[in-house]
C-alpha cells in the first residue's frame, strides 16, 4: 500500500484549523446573541421620554364589591404622540398599560401582531388570569393634529381599583406606555352609590399632580 501518513489518534490533519474555525463562528455567534439580548433589555426597560397627550371616553367595568379587584374594558381612546417623537413600533416595543400608584400591566416585546399596512396592531391573550386580555392600536390620520395619533382600545382583568370600595368618585392616574413614548391622564373612576358591582370611567379628570410610572 502507498497510501498517506495516517496522523496519530487518527486526527485530520485539519483538525486544529477546524477547531479555530469553529471556536471562531462560536465567538461571533455569541457576540450576536449578546448584541441581540442586550437591545432588547435596553428597549424593556426604556423610560418614557416622549410625553403625548390620552384622550378618554366613558367605558365600564365590574369590580368584587368587598376587595376592589376589578375588571374594565376601554374603546377607542385616542393616543397622540408628542410632536418630538421618534414614533412608536408596538411589535417591537414593551407595552405597558399603568394605572394608579401601583398598577403596571406589560405586554412584551414581540407579543403584538401588525397588519399588513403597518397601521393596525393587535394582541388577544384569553387566558390570562389577570393583566392585559386583549389590546388593539389603530393608527388614524383624518383629524390628527399631532405626529401620529392612534384608537387605543384595551381589556384589563383583575386590576387594583380597592380605592372604589369606600370613595366615589376618584380620579386615577392612568397611561399608556409604548417604549420610550406615552399618553396619560387622570381618569375619573365611579362605582354609584357604592353599592353593586357596576363601574364607570367617566370622562378625564385634572386633580392628579404626578405621574407616579415617570419617577
Same mark, same amino acid.
Not at 12 to 20: E, F, K
Not at 122 to 134: A, E, L, W
Given at each position: ?55 378618554? #371616553?366613558?367605558?365600564? +367595568?365590574?369590580?368584587?364589591?368587598? *376587595?376592589?379587584? $376589578?375588571?374594565? %374594558? &376601554?374603546?377607542?381612546?385616542? !393616543? /397622540? ?60 390620520? #383624518?383629524?390628527?393634529? +399631532?405626529?401620529?395619533?392612534?384608537? *387605543?382600545?384595551? $381589556?384589563?382583568? %383583575? &386590576?387594583?381599583?380597592?380605592? !372604589? /370600595? ?50
Amino acid at each position: 500500500m502507498t497510501g498517506q501518513p495516517v496522523p496519530a489518534c487518527g486526527r485530520s490533519p485539519l483538525g486544529p484549523r477546524l477547531s479555530a474555525m469553529r471556536l471562531g463562528r462560536r465567538a461571533t455567534l455569541l457576540a450576536a446573541v449578546l448584541v441581540a439580548v442586550a437591545g432588547r433589555s435596553w428597549a424593556q426597560n426604556a423610560t418614557p421620554i416622549f410625553h403625548g397627550v390620552l384622550g378618554i #371616553r366613558p367605558a365600564v +367595568g365590574t369590580i368584587e364589591k368587598n *376587595v376592589g379587584i $376589578a375588571n374594565i %374594558k &376601554i374603546k377607542r381612546w385616542d !393616543l /397622540v404622540l408628542d410632536p418630538t417623537s421618534n414614533g412608536i413600533s408596538p411589535p417591537t416595543e414593551q407595552i405597558v398599560i399603568a394605572v394608579g400608584d401601583s398598577e403596571r400591566l406589560v405586554v412584551q416585546a414581540g407579543s403584538v401582531r401588525a397588519s399588513r399596512n403597518g397601521k393596525r396592531f393587535s394582541f388577544n391573550d384569553p387566558k390570562t388570569p389577570r393583566g392585559v386580555r386583549s389590546l388593539k392600536i389603530v393608527q388614524y390620520t #383624518r383629524g390628527c393634529l +399631532g405626529l401620529a395619533c392612534y384608537k *387605543v382600545s384595551f $381589556a384589563l382583568v %383583575k &386590576i387594583d381599583l380597592s380605592t !372604589l /370600595v369606600l370613595e366615589s368618585p376618584v380620579c386615577t392616574p392612568m397611561a399608556i406606555i409604548i417604549g420610550d413614548d406615552d399618553g396619560f391622564s387622570g381618569v375619573q373612576l365611579a362605582r354609584p352609590g357604592l353599592v353593586g358591582s357596576k363601574i364607570r370611567v367617566q370622562s378625564s379628570c385634572n386633580d392628579v399632580n404626578n405621574w407616579p410610572w415617570l419617577s
